[in-house]
């Protein structure tokens, strides 16, 4: 960069923003249109365009200490000077924080973030499937019955068994209220009917479950665990399958997420499902600052 080279933020115009987001921002999430991409961005209220010398060269969604699903209009690119200007714009936004968290950024962005100081915490990755009615039997060992808010305490002990030690382990407070949260906000008769809670008819416990939710639009898997002493029996894909049958004339495709490193992410692609491009949440920690409030 040019030591004279010069950045700013300029408030964007929603309706302005929303057409350059869904046209210059890639369609990482299989979201169903052009218009539906537009329209995601009408209402938000925390998009800049970015400038460089007084020439707009991308956009970015900036909240206190994060920054969110930027993109570079042509023929502009990212760099690390950039990167190092809404780093240290979202730490004076913030009150000098130490941390600045950076979501959804795209695998062409990693190495320019990585080069300003930012670590990778995690990567995810949508993948999208056809729904169609498919031959699915469960074993004659277990019970499949519509999720209900009072499996709500046995979905969380799955939960916690499940995801121990894991990738994407939380805590029980963590499951219990994303588990409440599906069910006051999931209601529809057609996402009830395509979920599962699956019974051990020897010992009358919850073994798994899958939770269907809607997104945009478009089915959603919400959740979809499987207990550590029942994996390799085909009970997530009796799950997916019975999700992706029952939709079938409903919508005609379903979602899901998956991080990356899961095992299950052979059993999506094994299944049927298309994967999307990977985004990642990174972080940016100010050591100095930490170390030196210490001190304070």
Known sequence: M???TSYSLVAANPTSYAKYFATYRKNVWFRPSWASLQEMMLDARDCYWIYQDNQRVGGISLTSSELGSFFMIPPSTLTVDMVHFLKNYAI???GNQSKVDAYNVLAEHIDVLKSAGFEVLNTRKCMIRTTEKIEN???TDFNSIKPKLEHLPSMVQVMNES???GMDEGSLDTYRNDVSYYFEHNRQDELLNASS???????NQVVGFCLISMWEDMPLVYDIVVKPAYSNQGLGRYMLYKAISQLEGFSPTIRLF???GNK???LYTKLGFLSGEEASHLVYRDVQRNDD???I
């Open 197 to 203: 809670v699956l019974i051990d008819k020897k010992t």
């Open 293 to 295: 409030r210490n001190y």
């Open 2 to 4: 040019n030591d004279n």
């Open 92 to 94: 004076q936004n913030s």
């Open 258 to 260: 998956v991080t990356i």
């Open 137 to 139: 039997d469960l074993h």
């Open 163 to 165: 995801y121990r030690g």
């Open 264 to 266: 299950a992410d052979y």
